[in-house]
């Protein structure tokens, strides 16, 4: 039996200021996370497949970190694009204090000290094989021994001054190795946010332009990333995040894996956060350009998705756009 017409659920639906009333999820600056990409030179770069979105000198990286400040945004992540004279099999650049993500850590933290600096644990922009790790003989991509690596550049980007370090590389252990290597020296308050679901997925293109990976990348990188057939697996790569000392935890990317989202924060309560990645951004550049949607209208509509799908907040290279669509 129909409870029409006693309930008519359009009535709160038919003026502004009552949608307004009976919105269930909220999206505000404060739940964005804005990813940098920093380059050596001092000349702006932009990148082709990221329309929109350049690689920073230092002075230009300090005026970003204003902006976001300025509209409301809490945190920035940055990436290095290394000169490819510097990428080794090793990607021995990721440990020298002097690469350019520690001088870029540095200065938006002089400058800027009040917004929050995300870093990238990893060795894809530092390998000449475009890998997040150390490889073999094989080309596989050794868990332990990149491990050890990338405590010693967590460290390293801890001492620069980096607030939250994230670990994007999927190797095995290497939260807990990190959490213990942050005790170990000082700095119980660097944050650890862990890139616990991430996916070998196809949506990573334009990012790998921009840190200069993609001619370079040998194979894929389905032995470490997960497949996108799982979700109990990314279960199970939270539960370990969690367990090892993960502060928050990330999803990635973004709106494909909605479901992931919903059920990590249904199964633990704990901050998630997800990447609107940079084919997802292009996705919705290519639409805007199309005339096949509204940019500013699909920016804020999947934004919100996440919201209410459970994240505490998005990385997503239209954070100043939304920062600024939601001041009005
Ligand atoms: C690699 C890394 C990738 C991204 C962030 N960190 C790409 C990859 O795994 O190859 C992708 C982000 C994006 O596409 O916007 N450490």
């Known amino acids: 039996m129909s409870q029409y017409p006693a309930l008519r659920l359009r009535r709160t639906r038919a003026s502004e200021w009552s949608r307004r009333l009976h919105a269930e999820t909220l999206l505000t600056p404060a739940n ?75 200065a938006i933290k002089d400058a800027v000290p009040e917004i929050g600096v995300l870093t990238d644990v990893a060795l894809d922009p530092y390998t000449a094989h475009g890998h997040d790790g150390i490889v073999d003989a094989q080309g596989y991509v050794l868990n ?33 190795a990190i959490r213990g290597a942050l005790e170990a020296n000082g700095h119980v308050n660097v944050q650890i946010m862990a890139y616990a679901a991430k996916y ?60 992931i989202i919903l059920r990590v924060k249904d199964a633990f309560q704990v901050p998630v956060f997800a990447y609107q990645v940079s084919g997802e951004y292009a996705m919705i550049e290519a639409a805007a350009a199309a005339g096949a949607g509204e940019r500013d209208a699909l920016v804020l509509e999947t934004l919100m998705a996440f919201r209410r799908a459970g994240c505490s907040g998005m990385l997503t290279y239209h954070a100043p756009l939304a920062a600024r669509l939601l001041a009005g």
């Open 32 to 106: 964005l996370i804005w990813p940098l990409f920093v380059t050596e030179g001092e000349a702006e770069e932009p990148i082709a497949s990221l329309p929109g979105v350049s690689r920073w000198g230092l002075k230009d990286i300090v005026a970003r970190a204003r902006e976001a400040r300025d509209l409301g945004i809490p945190c920035l992540a940055l990436f290095p694009n290394t000169p490819r004279e510097l990428r080794t099999d090793d990607g021995r650049e990721a440990l020298n204090p002097d690469n350019r993500m520690c001088r870029a850590i540095r």
């Open 144 to 176: 332990d021994e990149t491990s050890a690596v990338l405590v010693d550049q967590a460290l390293l980007q801890a001492e620069a001054g980096a607030d939250i370090v994230a670990p994007s590389d999927m190797m095995d252990g290497r939260v807990g």
């Open 200 to 259: 070998a997925s196809a949506f990573y293109g334009p990012f790998r332009d921009a840190v200069g990976s993609r001619g370079l990348l040998k194979g894929d990188k389905k032995t470490y990333q997960m497949d996108p057939a799982n979700a109990e697996e990314a279960l199970r790569e939270v539960a370990l995040d969690l367990a090892e000392g993960a502060d928050s935890v990330m999803v990635k990317p973004g709106l494909p894996y909605l479901d």
